[in-house]
């Protein structure tokens, strides 16, 4: 009786080889794409985190003579936990802390910049408020808000003087932005006019 040896069949190494270089690209073509569904995933949340913040404020307004909260109150505590802020005022209205976060953006107990030019301002003296901005993705921290001396004139638009002003356009070159109707729309840098800040403006 005779046995046949069978030889196990490896990999050579030209083989090895182009494995190698298939994985590598196929790892460049998908790796992108994951990354961007994972930034298109946290931009949706960070939307639905100014839907609700945006809800918060509202209700915060009508239990509160029709006006936004106050935008900043030295000499108090700058934590959520605390009044003194506009965060801060809203908390009662928010169920979780985690809604003041952007995922794209986290390290703050606060991600959000509120427009000064809606610090106690009364809900129907909004003009146009589909087009008038309540809050923004911060570069920084949201404690502070953006200064409606500082923000909204094209010479310092759409920088500010102090980082805590500044929207972060951290969404692909876009920031998401809570408009005074509700609504919560994501737009590019070089698309926000300064005219969107103002609740005064008259077209």
Not at 50 to 72: C, H, N, T
Not at 168 to 197: E, Q, T
């Amino acid at each position: 009786m005779q046995y046949h040896r069978h030889k196990a069949n490896g990999f050579t190494l030209i083989e090895l080889l182009i494995c190698i270089s298939i994985i590598s690209i196929l790892a460049g073509i998908l790796l992108p794409g994951f990354a961007g569904a994972r930034s298109k995933a946290q931009s949706i949340t960070c939307k639905r985190n100014l839907k609700q913040l945006g809800f918060a404020l509202f209700m915060y307004a009508y239990d509160y003579g029709e006006r936004f909260p106050i935008m900043f109150w030295d000499g108090t505590a700058w934590q959520p936990a605390a009044s003194g802020w506009w965060g801060g005022e809203i908390k009662p209205y928010v169920q979780t802390q985690l809604i003041f976060i952007c995922p794209s953006h986290a390290g703050s107990i606060c991600n959000y910049i509120y427009n000064g030019y809606f610090d106690r301002r009364r809900v129907k003296d909004i003009r146009e408020p589909c087009e008038r901005i309540i809050l923004a993705d911060s570069s920084r921290d949201g404690y502070w808000a953006v200064d409606a001396k500082r923000f909204v004139y094209p010479t310092n638009y759409p920088l500010g003087r102090n980082p805590a002003d500044r929207v972060g356009h951290i969404h692909f070159d876009h920031a998401n932005y809570l408009f005074a109707d509700g609504h919560v729309k994501a737009i590019h840098a070089s698309l926000v006019r300064p005219s969107l800040w103002n609740p005064n403006w008259k077209p």
